[in-house]
């Protein structure tokens, strides 16, 4: 081997110092650093109240705080209000404007869900045509 030759591999060594098992944790450490971020991002930081109650009803939730969301009720029975704030919340059934029934001191944490079902004539919460 000539010096030019030499002086090639030596500058190929320079350039390439971490072996194969050291590149490969660098690279693997690289992308798990940069997805850390994205998942701190991802959390939630509201909570979903949700259950059954009579078809095109309409539910809501008031907080101790004053906020309060309303949903009617689907045809299959189901209702779901999302995006609401931890704390307390009293959860209302309400018939052509009144209050059927209530449920108090419903606490609600991040990131989760509370199911509240209300009672349903003959047991049955979906409208006729989807039972």
């Not at 009144?98 to 199911?115: F, P, W």
Request: proline letters at 4%; aromatic letters at 4%.
């Amino acid at each position: 081997m000539n010096s030019i030759e030499r002086s090639k591999t030596s500058h190929r060594q320079r350039l390439w110092p971490l072996s194969m098992g050291s590149a490969v944790i660098v690279v693997a450490l690289s992308i798990a650093s940069s997805l850390s971020p994205t998942a701190a991002h991802a959390q939630s930081t509201t909570a979903t109240i949700f259950g059954q109650a009579p078809a095109g009803e309409t539910v809501t939730a008031l907080s101790s705080s004053g906020l309060h969301r309303h949903e009617t009720v689907g045809e299959k029975g189901h209702y779901r209000i999302g995006s609401l704030p931890a704390g307390d919340y009293t959860v209302t059934l309400e018939k052509d404007g009144k209050t059927v029934d209530s449920r108090a001191n419903i606490a609600l944490i991040v990131g989760r869900g509370a199911e509240v079902d209300f009672a349903c004539p003959n047991d049955q919460c979906a409208t006729s045509q989807n039972r």
